[in-house]
C-alpha cells in the first residue's frame, strides 16, 4: 500500500446514536466509543475532513455519511456537508456523496434535498414486513417498515437517487426469491445490494440465498433492468479480477472510518480502542493509512473474507453463466 492510493470515507455524523434498536445492529454498543464527544460532529471536524481530503491528488473521491442513524445530526448538518464539498472541490474531480439510513426519518425536505443535490440514499430494508420488522424494531419493540416504506416513497416522490440494503437474516434466508422481488416491486428498488448476518446465518445459508436471488433475477429477466451489487461485484471479480468490493481486494486499506469527533478507524466492523488509527485533527491521511496498525489490518482482514469464496456456489453459477 503506499499512501497515494484512492480510498473512501464513512463518515458518522451522529456516531452510534439511533432512533432504532435492530436485533443485528454491530454499532449500538459504539455509543461510548468517544467519551466526552459532542452528540453530532462538529462543523470543525466536518470541514478539516472535508477539505484534507479533497486536497489529496486523486480524480475521485466518495463520502457516505453513516451511522447509527446519520439523519439524527439534522439536515442542517447535511447542507453544510454539501456547501464544505463545493467549497473544497477541485476542478475536473469527482466527489460522490451518500447517505445510508434506515429510512424512518426521511421526510419531503430530506428528499428533495438529496435529489436537488444528487445524494445516493440507501435506505435498509429487509424485505416483506414480516422479514423485516422481525429485526429492525425501536426501542419499544414497534416495527419500522411502515416508516421505512413512507421514506423510500418520498424520495421516489423527489426523484432522488435510492438503493436499498437488505440483510440476510433467520427471518428471510429461506425466502431469496420473495424478498428480491419484494424489493424490486413494492419498494421500486431498481439498485439492490445484500448482506448476511455473520452471527446467525452461515455461508452455506448466505451461498443459497444468494443463490436464489441470482435465479430470480434472471427468470424475470430482470438483467440491465435491475441492479444487484453482489452479483456485479462477482461478475467483475470473476471475469476481469477487479476488486469493485473489499471482500475481493487484495488488501482492506480502500476505506476509512471518521467518528464524530474526527477519530478514525479501518473498518466500521472493527471500530474499537484497539484499531484506533488516530484522529483527523491532529494527523493527516497519509500518516494515519501508513501507520503500523493500518498496515496491519489491511494485510490480515481481506484473507477471511477471500476464504469464503471457494466454498460458495454462487461464485461458480457467476463463472458458469458467463
Known amino acids: 500500500m503506499t499512501p497515494q492510493t484512492p480510498f473512501s470515507l464513512l463518515l458518522k455524523p451522529a456516531g452510534a446514536a439511533c432512533n432504532l434498536a435492530c436485533g443485528y445492529c454491530f454499532y449500538l454498543d459504539k455509543a461510548s466509543i468517544c467519551p466526552g464527544a459532542p452528540r453530532v460532529m462538529p462543523r470543525e471536524v466536518l470541514e478539516r475532513v472535508v477539505s484534507t481530503y479533497l486536497a489529496l491528488p486523486f480524480d475521485s473521491f466518495s463520502i457516505v455519511f453513516q451511522g447509527g442513524e446519520p439523519l439524527l445530526a439534522g439536515l442542517d448538518f ?19 456523496l451518500a447517505v445510508q439510513t434506515n429510512g ?14 444528487g445524494w445516493l440514499a440507501g435506505v435498509s430494508v429487509d424485505g416483506p414486513e414480516r422479514f423485516h420488522d422481525a429485526w429492525r424494531r425501536d426501542a419499544a419493540g414497534g416495527g419500522s417498515y411502515g416508516a421505512a416504506m413512507r421514506g423510500i416513497g418520498f424520495l421516489r416522490e423527489a426523484g432522488a437517487q435510492f438503493n436499498v440494503l437488505c440483510l440476510a437474516t433467520p427471518a428471510n434466508i429461506a425466502f431469496p ?6 424489493l424490486r416491486d413494492a419498494a421500486g428498488a431498481a439498485w439492490q445490494q445484500y448482506s448476511y448476518w455473520r452471527e446467525r446465518v452461515s455461508v452455506r445459508e448466505w451461498d443459497g440465498f444468494l443463490c436464489g436471488v441470482l435465479d430470480a433475477w434472471i427468470e424475470d429477466g430482470d438483467a440491465g433492468r435491475v441492479k444487484v451489487g ?36 479501518p473498518c466500521d466492523f472493527h471500530v474499537s480502542r484497539s484499531t484506533l488509527l488516530g484522529n483527523i485533527m491532529t494527523a493527516d491521511w497519509q500518516t494515519l493509512r501508513s501507520s503500523p496498525r493500518a498496515r496491519a489490518f489491511a494485510a490480515a482482514k481481506c484473507p477471511r473474507h477471500l476464504s469464503l469464496i471457494p466454498r460458495m456456489r454462487f461464485y461458480d453459477r457467476i463463472a458458469e453463466s458467463l
Do not use: W
Request: proline residues 1%; positive net charge; aromatic residues 10%.
Open 230 to 265: 453482489n452479483i456485479e461485484n462477482a461478475v467483475a471479480y470473476v471475469r476481469h479480477g477487479i476488486a469493485t468490493q473489499c471482500i475481493f481486494a487484495d488488501a482492506c486499506d480502500g476505506c476509512l472510518v471518521v467518528e464524530r469527533n474526527g477519530d478514525v478507524y
Open 104 to 117: 424512518t426519518l426521511l421526510d419531503r425536505q430530506s428528499a428533495r434535498f438529496f435529489a436537488d443535490e
Open 177 to 182: 426469491r420473495e424478498t428480491y422481488r419484494h
Open 78 to 96: 447535511f447542507r453544510a456537508a454539501a456547501a464544505a464539498v463545493r467549497r473544497f472541490r477541485r476542478p475536473g474531480t469527482e466527489v460522490c
